[in-house]
Nanobody
């Protein structure tokens, strides 16, 4: 069973950058899509960005467009989320997730949370001055 482990979170000031990593325990080439989600205290988990494996097409939610970049290292089975120009509203626990069979990610959206079968444990990002 696929395991995902996130890292790279921390405390930063507004305007600074962070790069999150998500290491997969096995190759994700046979998966449909991978994504990053976040959950702030008292709020529902929301999608941030996703990538469709077969063609590396990506989607970003409006609030992070132009500031966040999703990428992957195929050889190392690592998914990244480069976050720049961070804002206080980006403060949340960030999770990576993998979709084996639902076809969640498209250029129009991340799909539903329950279409991602595998989840990491999360890494905390706090943006504060």
């Amino acid at each position: 069973q696929l395991q995902l482990v996130e890292s790279g979170g921390g405390l930063v000031q507004p305007g600074e950058s962070l790069r999150l990593s998500c290491v997969a325990s096995e190759s994700i080439e046979d998966y449909y899509s991978i994504g990053w989600f976040r959950q702030a205290p008292g709020k529902e988990r929301e999608g941030v960005s996703c990538m469709r494996i077969r063609d590396d097409s990506t989607y970003y939610t409006d609030s992070v467009k132009g500031r966040f970049t999703i990428s992957r290292d195929n050889a190392k089975n690592i998914l990244y989320l480069q976050m720049s120009s961070l804002k206080s509203e980006d403060t949340a626990a960030y999770y990576c997730a993998a979709d084996l069979s639902f076809g969640a990610c498209s250029t129009y959206g991340l799909g539903a949370l329950n279409e991602y079968e595998y989840w990491g444990q999360g890494t905390q990002v706090t943006v504060s001055s």
